[in-house]
């Protein structure tokens, strides 16, 4: 399984970007989908979740209400929509597979893991 994040960059507080991440090598609808994030000096913390299939989603509190997970099963890639962008939100995001399929937070679910890209909020 491979999993690549893009779409990172530099953005202006109160801005918006979109993460993408291609997923390819395995057969997934049975995973979930996994977004977290990790700031500079901080631990890497868990942001969205969503299942391969579809259907539920979870964010973190502190993104809830500005972030949106989707996915696209025709092309395989799951989105970050980030919307209100705030300073904290600066990090390297990673996408993450969950071959188990639960709703997770815990990284330790996740068995795969992409390369990350850099988000920079900028005042």
């Known amino acids: 399984v491979q999993l690549q994040a893009f779409g990172g960059g530099l953005v202006q507080a109160g801005g918006s970007l979109r993460l993408s991440c291609a997923a390819s090598?395995?057969?997934?609808?049975?995973?979930?989908m996994g977004w977290f994030r990790q700031a500079p000096g901080k631990e890497r913390e868990y942001v969205a979740t969503i299942r391969w299939s579809g259907g539920r989603t979870y964010v973190a509190d502190s993104v809830k209400g500005r972030f949106t997970i989707s996915i696209d099963n025709a092309k395989n890639v799951v989105y970050l929509q980030m919307n209100s962008l705030k300073l904290e939100d600066t990090a390297v995001y990673y996408c993450a597979a969950n071959p188990r399929g639960q709703m997770v937070s815990i990284q330790g679910w996740y068995d795969y893991w992409g390369q990350g890209t850099l988000v920079t909020v900028s005042s």
């Open positions: 090598g395995g057969t997934f609808s049975r995973y979930s």
